[in-house]
């Protein structure tokens, strides 16, 4: 009782405020509150190096929880470059030849904590216009005789509506089809049927069936990674150039990958597209729609991209005369950009050489085009292929480089309908000058800038526009 009174006097003496409360803390607390600590020190950082197409490299210091679209925006405000929304960060294994682009919201930590010690893997900047294409255009990457729909479903779906189901927590759409599979533990592969559904991958025991008896269970993507093979052929003895495979997030080596192969482009694509989709649902859609949010804590990525132009905001002008004036009529705009262009060439032609001009004009037109970034310099047929899959393989991403065969003529190679194709490039001589063509002389260029710049306008007798040409650039 006596205990009792004293602890009620106390509880009854008035308080004090403490003038000085920071300087005060309770026996459980740290010493520094973490509120009073700069905001800075709560974030570790770390280095990492990313490469470019032409092996130049730049080592980067960045938070520890920084994305692979935050990397990208970083990088290209310290370069310079204009942002088009097709920047990726690309991770190559190379020891196995595996590699994949790190989707957008990926820390970039996390992929590098996946590195064995002793591989020598790296990290890659550059564009990659197929990445959210199966949005802008789902018929490409979903062909009929690939998808079926649950039996609930009508039959007409629309390839929007595809992506919606893609997209939904109730339904899914079933991805199947033949696919090479590498047997575990031995060099033999098997061709088996497929199908993908919300549960995972599966393969039928018994030909095409599709009854839960026959169906075996092959992979699930919550703990690996999908890759695409760059040199399945010689690495794993692959039937195809279609390989992809799943890698767990902390495999122990080649034995632990689960490879396939697919017998075109489109199949490979349509499969891993459908697998992202599952992968990640929602997540990609948000990327696709959100291409410039990054995380809360990187106030500096959320910058405007210098040197960023909206084309709609250029005008055509006409200073001929005594005032100037906006040329509004676009087939008067390209007619004269073309003639402003050849008059150019020629003045640059004729102020510079006086003597031999029909042989400065032909080391001109032959020479131009080097220090254009869509030309590439004695590349073989097969690197040009590479490039072109590295980039996308959307309708209109090109490059143009030497023959091979044919020292004197150029080559044209374009993606188009998930295939790369080849175009020669022939100069034509004719009264004394030099010409390029496509088309055996119908539609002539004198340099190989005005023949680019044509198609790019015009599909002519390609099968598409020039929209998009692989460059190698430099960090």
Known sequence: NRRKKEDDSILEIPSIPNPFPELCCSPFASVLSASLLPKATSRKKQVIKVYSEDDTSRALEVPSDITARDVCQ?????????????????????????GRAIEDHELVM???????????????????????????????????????????????????????????????????????????????WKKLYFLLRRSGLYFSTKGTSKEPRHLQFFCEFSNSDMYMSLRGKKIFGAPTNYGFCFKPNKSGGTRDLKQLCADDEQSRTCWMTAIRLLKYGMQ??????????????????????????????????????????????????????????????????????????????????????????????????????????????????????????????????????????????????????????????????????????????????LPCKLKHYCARIAL
């Open 74 to 98: 970083l990088l290209i405000l310290k370069n310079h470059y204009i942002d088009d929304h097709s920047w990726t960060l690309f991770e190559q294994l190379t020891h196995t030849g595996l």
């Open 110 to 188: 996390e992929v590098q904590s996946n590195w064995a010690m002793e591989e020598e893997n790296k990290l890659y900047f550059r564009k990659n216009y197929a990445k959210y294409e199966f949005f802008k255009n789902p018929l490409s990457f979903f062909p009929d005789h690939m998808i079926s729909f649950p039996s609930e479903t009508n039959a007409a779906v629309s390839h929007s509506g595809i992506l919606q189901m893609f997209l939904s927590s109730s339904t899914y759409p079933e991805i199947h089809g033949y696919l090479h599979a590498k047997e575990q533990g031995k060099k033999s």
């Open 284 to 461: 990609l859609y948000q990327n696709y729609m959100q291409p410039y949010q990054g995380r809360s804590g990187c106030s500096p990525l959320n910058v405007t991209p210098m040197r960023s132009i909206s084309e709609n905001s250029l005008v055509a002008m006409d200073f001929s005369g005594h005032r100037s004036r906006i040329i509004e009529n676009p087939t008067e705009a390209l007619s004269v950009a073309v003639e402003e262009g050849l008059a150019w060439r020629r003045n640059a032609i004729a102020g510079s050489f006086n003597k031999g001009k029909m042989f400065f004009e032909i080391i001109i037109s032959t020479a131009i085009h080097r220090s254009q970034s869509w030309f590439h310099h004695k590349i073989s047929r097969e690197e040009a292929q590479r490039l072109i899959l590295q980039h996308g393989l959307v309708d209109g991403v090109f490059l143009v480089r030497d023959s091979q065969s044919n020292p004197k003529t150029f080559v044209l190679s374009l993606s188009h309908g998930l295939k790369i194709k080849h175009f020669q490039i022939v100069p034509l001589e004719d009264d004394g000058k030099l010409f390029y063509t496509l088309d055996d002389g119908h539609t002539r260029f004198t340099d190989l800038i005005q023949l680019v710049e044509f198609y790019q306008l015009n599909k002519g007798v």
